[in-house]
């Protein structure tokens, strides 16, 4: 599930718990982009008062719950939240507004494990920001702050999926890197294509 500053989208997975397998769920070596200050964990993002924590507590799951499913057409189960953040809690990132009490306007859910037996890989399951938080940053800090979790934990490459026809989602995610592996036909329920987008981990070179 994808929902970023300019769109709402949706990147689905089928996990290997029982219970999300009833879900439906550039590299190229070219410079990528620019170095910036994204708010690590428990940082500020660039004077916004956002700050950046991982996933600690059952009331963090519900927060994150209610602000994904407001996006979703397709929602998930308490259940595939769970698979995610408790198996996970480091990789589930919550922006958070101090001035606004803490309160999560932001929130990715990652998992990382081994593709083939041979190489880590990490995923990024889901992505939302509050609407009124768009346009600033929080969706793209989010995803440059997993992956860099991702590769500082040994991951090699980052999956994701995300619709075809979702040209904002797809623009992002090649901002930062990701290239198109493949189209999956008719992959969401209500019949649209989607694309899994990977990055290579050895090209990032943004944030490092």
């Given at each position: 599930?994808?929902?970023?500053?300019?769109?709402?989208?949706?990147e689905g997975e089928r996990?290997?718990?029982?219970?999300?397998?009833r879900?439906?769920?550039?590299?190229?070596?070219?410079r990528?982009a620019?170095?910036?200050?994204?708010?690590?964990?428990?940082?500020e993002m660039?004077?916004?008062?956002?700050k950046?924590?991982?996933?600690?507590?059952?009331?963090?799951?519900?927060?994150?719950?209610?602000?994904?499913?407001?996006?979703?057409?397709?929602?998930?189960s308490?259940?595939?939240?769970?698979y995610?953040?408790?198996?996970?809690?480091?990789?589930?990132?919550l922006?958070?507004?101090?001035?606004?009490?803490n309160k999560?306007?932001?929130?990715?859910?990652?998992?990382?494990?081994?593709?083939?037996?041979?190489?880590?890989?990490?995923?990024?399951?889901m992505?939302?920001?509050?609407?009124s938080?768009?346009?600033k940053?929080i969706?793209?800090?989010?995803?440059?702050?997993?992956?860099?979790?991702?590769?500082?934990?040994?991951?090699?490459e980052?999956v994701l999926?995300?619709?075809?026809?979702?040209?904002?989602?797809l623009?992002?995610?090649?901002?930062l890197?990701f290239?198109?592996?493949?189209?999956l036909?008719?992959?969401?329920?209500?019949?649209?294509?989607?694309?899994r987008?990977k990055?290579?981990?050895?090209?990032?070179?943004?944030?490092?």
């Amino acid at each position: 599930m994808y929902c970023d500053e300019e769109t709402t989208s949706r990147e689905g997975e089928r996990t290997e718990d029982k219970e999300s397998s009833r879900n439906r769920k550039t590299f190229g070596g070219r410079r990528l982009a620019k170095k910036e200050k994204t708010g690590g964990e428990g940082e500020e993002m660039d004077g916004t008062g956002i700050k950046f924590r991982h996933f600690q507590q059952e009331a963090d799951l519900h927060a994150l719950k209610e602000l994904i499913t407001a996006d979703l057409s397709e929602p998930y189960s308490i259940y595939t939240y769970r698979y995610f953040v408790y198996r996970w809690p480091e990789l589930c990132i919550l922006a958070t507004d101090e001035e606004k009490e803490n309160k999560i306007v932001g929130v990715i859910v990652c998992k990382m494990d081994t593709h083939k037996r041979q190489t880590n890989r990490g995923y990024i399951g889901m992505l939302a920001v509050l609407p009124s938080y768009r346009k600033k940053r929080i969706g793209s800090s989010l995803v440059q702050e997993a992956i860099r979790r991702m590769k500082a934990k040994g991951c090699e490459e980052v999956v994701l999926e995300t619709e075809a026809s979702n040209g904002a989602a797809l623009s992002l995610y090649q901002r930062l890197g990701f290239i198109r592996d493949k189209r999956l036909q008719r992959y969401y329920l209500n019949g649209g294509d989607a694309f899994r987008l990977k990055l290579i981990l050895t090209h990032v070179n943004y944030f490092y």
